[in-house]
């Protein structure tokens, strides 16, 4: 009997062991993360001024906390070179689904052609955003 219960024993401390191995490995792995797609291409006749060399275009939603003043910190850019334009969600909605913005705030900078060449996703500092149009502009 007592040779019944070492054995029992030993078998419960070993799969106690593999289990936990297990376990311990699954949760080395990096959760699943989603693909976050932004547009590449820009209809410029889709937006305001589509003759300017460049596009800013804000995508905010009115439910966004986030949202909140970074269409004023994209509008000093405005010139004759640099189109700035907010898309509202759902105001403007048609042009949300035709680009597949399911979060915002988005920002993308576009040249003359509608090629994006700087993203920012979620909220950005106004710096950040004037140096992206300014290194741009100058290459």
Same mark, same amino acid.
């Given at each position: 009997?007592?040779?019944?219960?070492?054995?029992?024993?030993? $078998?419960?401390?070993?799969?106690?062991?593999?289990?936990?191995?297990?376990?311990?490995?699954?949760?080395?792995?990096?959760?699943?993360?989603?693909?976050?797609?932004?547009?590449?291409? $820009?209809?410029?006749?889709?937006? #305001?001024?589509?003759?300017?060399?460049?596009?800013?275009?804000?995508?905010?939603?009115?439910?966004?906390?986030?949202?909140?003043?970074?269409?004023?910190?994209?509008?000093?850019?405005?010139?004759?070179?640099?189109?700035?334009?907010?898309?509202?969600?759902?105001?403007?909605?048609?042009?949300? #689904?035709?680009?597949?913005?399911?979060?915002?705030?988005?920002?993308?900078?576009?040249?003359?052609?509608?090629?994006?060449?700087?993203?920012?996703?979620?909220?950005?500092?106004?710096? #950040?955003?004037?140096?992206?149009?300014?290194?741009?502009?100058?290459?």
């Amino acid at each position: 009997m007592t040779v019944r219960i070492a054995i029992a024993t030993a $078998l419960f401390v070993l799969l106690s062991c593999v289990a936990w191995w297990l376990e311990r490995r699954r949760r080395a792995n990096a959760p699943s993360q989603g693909r976050t797609s932004t547009p590449e291409q $820009l209809d410029r006749l889709d937006f #305001d001024r589509p003759d300017a060399p460049w596009l800013v275009a804000v995508f905010t939603s009115n439910a966004c906390a986030s949202c909140e003043g970074l269409f004023e910190k994209a509008l000093p850019l405005a010139s004759d070179d640099v189109a700035v334009v907010e898309i509202e969600f759902p105001a403007q909605r048609a042009l949300h #689904d035709r680009y597949h913005v399911q979060a915002a705030p988005m920002t993308l900078v576009a040249d003359h052609e509608g090629v994006v060449r700087a993203t920012f996703l979620g909220a950005f500092s106004a710096t #950040d955003l004037w140096n992206a149009v300014a290194e741009l502009r100058t290459a």
